[in-house]
C-alpha cells in the first residue's frame, strides 16, 4: 500500500524561495595588490575573510622585500607574485586568478574598513543595478584629485565629474568586465579603470563606504603621480577620438614604466649565514619544463633542443620559446601541479629561526621561482626572467647579469649559478665558507664545489656526488639541520 504525504502549501513555496536564493547567490574574489604592506595587510585579509559571501581572497604581491607575503599568508591569503612591478599588472593578474563572477578590489594599506565596505560594493551588482561600483567615503579628496584630475576630467570627461572620489581603488565588478580592460602600470591604473569602463557604456554606480584613513603620498611621490594620472587622461581621451579636441599641441605621450630587479629580502642585513636551495628536482618532485612539456604537449620539441643545442645560453632561450602564448595563470597550475618536498616548509621556517638566509638559485624562471619562494617562506629567488606581455609568455627570456660569467667569476662556464652565489654572498658581507648549496644535477656542480657546504641531494649524477660534502639519498631535508648549525 502506497503511503501519501501531504506538504502545505506554504511549505512548498518557502523551500522553492530557499532553493532560488541559494542558486541565486554569488560569492565574491576579493583581490589586495600589494608592495610593501606588512603594517596593515593582516587585518585587511581578516577583514575580508569575516564578510559574508567571500569565499577567497588573493593577494597580488609586487616582489615585497618586508613581512607582507607572510603575514598574508598567516592571515589564509592565497598568495601571487607579479610579473612585473606595478598595481596595474598586479590587478589584471589578479583577475586571470579570480574564481569568481564578482570581483572586489582593495588597498593593503587600511585599517579598519567600515563593517559594510564590501556588502556596499557588491549588492548593486548582485541585484543587477551595476556592473561596476566605485567607492566614494568620507574624507577630503586628495590633492592630485582636486588638482590634477578634476581640471582634466572637466575638461575631457565632463560627466565623470559625478564621482567624487575617481582615483579611489576600492572598487568592485564583474569579472567578465574586468577581463576586457587595460590595467596601466602606474598611478594612472586607477581613473584608467574609471573612464574605460565609462566609455564601454558599462552601468556604473558610486556608494559611500563611510570613514577611512590611509597613509597621504609623500611629496616626492605627487609629482609622479599627478604626472601619470595626467598622463591617463589625456591619452584615453585621445584614443576616444573626439574631434572637439586638438591633441597635437598636447605633445607626445610617453609611457612611464619602472622595472627593477629586486630579488633579494635587505632585511636580513645583519644576518651571517646562507643557505641556497635548486628548485627543479631538490624543492620540486620534478622539473618545472618537463612538467611544462607534458602539460601542453612539446615533449619531443624539448627533447630536439636539449639533443642539438651546446650552447648554454642559446639552449635557455630556444626553451622558452615553448612557452609562448600560454599564460601566467597556465605556467603557475603547471608549478602548483608538481608536489614539493615533503616538510620543506618548517625544514625552511627552522633555518631562518637559527639565523640563515635562505634562498632558491635556479635556472628556471623567475614567476615560477617567485611563486615557490612565497609558499615555503623562503627569503629571495633568483633566476631567469621570462618576458610577458598582458599576462601572457611572450616566449622571450631575460638571463640576468647575476648569472653571467664575469671577472671574478670561479669557473669559465658563460653562465653558472656560483656567480649568482658570489652576488648574494658579497650583498649580506657573509663568508663563502658560512654557505650551503643543495642541489641534484651536474648544473649544480660549480656551485656545490664552491660552497662552504655542498649537499647532493637525492642526485644520480655519480661526479656530483663525488664532489658533494654530503649527501643526502633520501627526499627528506630533516638531515640538512645537522649542518646547519
Known amino acids: ?62 616582489k615585497s622585500l618586508d613581512n607582507t607575503i607572510s603575514k598574508a ?54 541585484r543587477g543595478e551595476a556592473e561596476f561600483v566605485k567607492s566614494s567615503f568620507s574624507r577630503n579628496a586628495g590633492r592630485v584629485t582636486e588638482l590634477v584630475a578634476k581640471p582634466l576630467l572637466s575638461i575631457f570627461f565632463p560627466d565623470l565629474l559625478r564621482f567624487s572620489q ?6 568592485a565588478g564583474k569579472k567578465s568586465i574586468f577581463q576586457q580592460l587595460e590595467f596601466r602600470d602606474d598611478y594612472g591604473v586607477d581613473i584608467g579603470i ?79 649565514k646562507l643557505v641556497v636551495f635548486d628548485m627543479d628536482n631538490t624543492l620540486l618532485k ?34 622558452a620559446t615553448l612557452l609562448k602564448d600560454r599564460t601566467y595563470s597556465e605556467l603557475i597550475a603547471v608549478a602548483d601541479s608538481i608536489p614539493i618536498i615533503e616538510g620543506t616548509k618548517e625544514i625552511v621556517a627552522e633555518l631562518k629561526n637559527r639565523g640563515y638566509i635562505v634562498g632558491i638559485v635556479s635556472d628556471s624562471y623567475d614567476c615560477i621561482t617567485s611563486h615557490i619562494k612565497n609558499k615555503l617562506g623562503i627569503d629571495f629567488s633568483l633566476s631567469n626572467e621570462l618576458e610577458f606581455s598582458k599576462s601572457i609568455c611572450t616566449g622571450e627570456v631575460k638571463i ?36 650551503i648549496v643543495i642541489g641534484d644535477s651536474r648544473n649544480d656542480l660549480c656551485i656545490i664545489k664552491e660552497s662552504g657546504i655542498g649537499i647532493a641531494f637525492c642526485s644520480n649524477d655519480d661526479l656530483l656526488n663525488h664532489f658533494a660534502d654530503v649527501i643526502i639519498s633520501k627526499p627528506d631535508f630533516t638531515e640538512l639541520l645537522q649542518f646547519a648549525k
Do not use: W
Open 194 to 272: 574609471l573612464i574605460d569602463v565609462n566609455l564601454m557604456n558599462v552601468k556604473i554606480k558610486e556608494v559611500e563606504i563611510g570613514y577611512i584613513e590611509n597613509k597621504s603620498k609623500p611629496l616626492q611621490a605627487l609629482g609622479k603621480m599627478s604626472k601619470e594620472v595626467a598622463q591617463t587622461i589625456i591619452m584615453k581621451a585621445a584614443m576616444s577620438k573626439n574631434p572637439n579636441y586638438n591633441f597635437e599641441e598636447l605633445g607626445a605621450l610617453k609611457e612611464i614604466r619602472s622595472q627593477m630587479e629586486l630579488a633579494l629580502n635587505g632585511q636580513h642585513n645583519s644576518l651571517s
Open 400 to 435: 640576468p647579469s647575476f648569472m653571467v660569467n664575469g671577472p671574478g667569476s670561479l669557473c669559465r662556464h658563460s653562465l653558472c649559478k656560483t656567480n649568482a652565489l658570489l652576488s648574494v654572498l658579497q650583498k649580506y658581507n657573509i663568508k663563502r665558507e658560512n654557505s
Open 1 to 62: 500500500m502506497k503511503r501519501v504525504i501531504v506538504i502545505p502549501i506554504e511549505t512548498v513555496i518557502e523551500i522553492k524561495f530557499i532553493s532560488h536564493f541559494y542558486n541565486e547567490i554569488q560569492m565574491i574574489t576579493v583581490i589586495i595588490p600589494t608592495l610593501n604592506e606588512e603594517e596593515h595587510i593582516a587585518e585587511v585579509v581578516n577583514f575580508a575573510k569575516s564578510q559574508p559571501r567571500v569565499s577567497e581572497v588573493i593577494v597580488m604581491d609586487d
Open 286 to 319: 620534478g622539473r618545472y619544463v618537463d612538467a611544462c612539456a607534458n602539460a601542453f604537449g612539446f615533449k619531443k620539441e624539448l627533447m630536439d633542443i636539449r639533443s642539438s643545442e651546446p650552447d648554454v645560453i642559446l639552449l635557455t632561450k630556444k626553451i
Open 73 to 126: 599568508q598567516q592571515s589564509g591569503a592565497k598568495i601571487i607574485t607579479s610579473t612585473k612591478l606595478g598595481k596595474g599588472v598586479s590587478m589584471r593578474e589578479g583577475v586571470l586568478f579570480a574564481s569568481n563572477d564578482i570581483i572586489v578590489f582593495l588597498d593593503g594599506d587600511i585599517d579598519p574598513y567600515p563593517y559594510y565596505t564590501i556588502k556596499l560594493l557588491t549588492d548593486p551588482i548582485a
Open 166 to 171: 575617481p582615483l579611489s581603488g576600492m572598487i
